[in-house]
């Protein structure tokens, strides 16, 4: 049996993880570390708070002490735990520093100490940038344009610092635009969807011709635990599935879905620093077997009826600037 320390668990793409990782590794175990952001939510576990393989620990990752003490127990990690939203970075970058930076340091740190031959950080495609043309490789240079963006290169570039010091080689995976069930009402997805159940317009930056690719959230988190027990240690995996399209693209099938017209569109003025286009090569993570099971259009309508079947999970999360639009 594995111990797996996963930590922000509670979050979006770690809960879904967590929950995907148990049902398909009946042998390993998992403490799932979480210090309860706004976006970390109990509730988006509480269907396996019983099984006997998991175990929740109230904790921050910068907390040197707690995470040394639960590195004793466990044989891996895998490090979701970071704050995401890039609108949030550009207000306020301190915390961005703080979580992405300090505290996988605080983790890696502490692996290398304990001698934890297996770690796993998730990475973000916007490290690179944008591209006008082709997709990006694992070994292209990182040009992040965003405050949240720019913590996450400064952590791969300590990872590869870590490596070349100290010999400690991590697996980095690189993942394009996630999106499905207990995704925070911030994010475009999520956000358009909600509103719309609730009669209201659908903010998009600019004239929505930024470009995104799309990857449903199990997918997603089968590249991980795919990577995670077949990678090769000290290599990053880009994760994507080539569904690029554009923000307008985006919001036209949402408003189809809902039998909705371009009128509920509200353009609104674009962000500072915004990247026009990302598109990652995956080659790298295919070779080890990986194929998305899921089609864009198929994962959007599933993604719209959770929505629609969970609305108490959501509403009282729609709350602040970010999340009540129009």
């Known amino acids: 049996m594995k111990r797996i320390l996963v930590t922000g668990g509670l979050g979006?793409?770690?809960?879904?993880?967590?929950?995907?990782?148990?049902?398909?590794?009946?042998?390993d175990s998992v403490i799932n570390l979480d210090k309860i952001t706004y976006c970390g939510n109990p509730e988006n576990l509480k269907d396996i708070e019983q099984d006997s393989r998991y175990r929740f620990v109230k904790g921050d990752i910068c907390d040197a002490p707690l995470v040394d003490k639960l590195l004793k127990e466990i044989d891996a990690v895998i490090n979701f735990a970071a704050e995401t939203h890039v609108d949030r970075?550009?207000?306020g970058a301190k915390v961005f520093i703080e979580t992405n930076v300090i505290g996988t340091q605080t983790l890696l740190e502490t692996a290398r100490r304990r001698g934890i031959k297996r770690f796993l950080h998730i990475s973000t495609d916007e490290v690179y940038g944008s591209i006008e043309r082709g997709s990006f490789k694992e070994t292209d240079p990182l040009s992040p344009n965003s405050p949240y963006a720019a913590?996450?290169?400064a952590t791969d570039l300590l990872i590869r610092a870590y490596e070349k010091t100290y010999g400690y080689q991590v697996?980095?995976?690189?993942?394009?635009?996630?999106?499905g069930p207990y995704q925070y009402p911030e994010k475009v997805i999520p956000l358009f969807i909600t509103n719309l159940i609730e009669g209201k317009k659908?903010?998009?930056y600019s004239r929505g011709e930024n470009m995104r690719d799309w990857i449903y959230v199990e997918d997603n988190c089968r590249a991980i635990d795919l990577v995670f027990r077949t990678g090769e240690p000290g290599t990053i995996y880009n994760i994507g599935t080539g569904s690029e399209i554009t923000n307008?693209?985006?919001?036209?099938?949402?408003l189809k879905i809902f039998s909705k017209t371009e009128d509920c569109i509200e353009y609104v003025t674009d962000r500072p620093g915004h990247d026009f286009r990302y598109s990652l090569d995956t080659s790298r993570v295919c070779s080890l077997g990986f194929k998305p099971r899921y089609s864009f259009d198929k994962a959007l309508a599933e993604t719209v009826n959770w929505y629609k079947s969970h609305e108490s999970w959501w509403?009282?999360?729609k709350k602040d600037k970010f999340t009540v639009k129009l």
């Open 151 to 153: 913590s996450k290169a």
């Open 248 to 254: 307008i693209e985006l919001t036209r099938r949402i």
């Open 202 to 204: 659908v903010p998009l």
């Open 12 to 27: 979006f793409i770690g809960s879904n993880f967590i929950r995907f990782f148990l049902a398909n590794n009946q042998a």
């Open 171 to 179: 697996i980095v995976v690189r993942s394009t635009n996630n999106f």
């Open 315 to 317: 509403r009282s999360l």
């Open 89 to 91: 970075s550009i207000e």
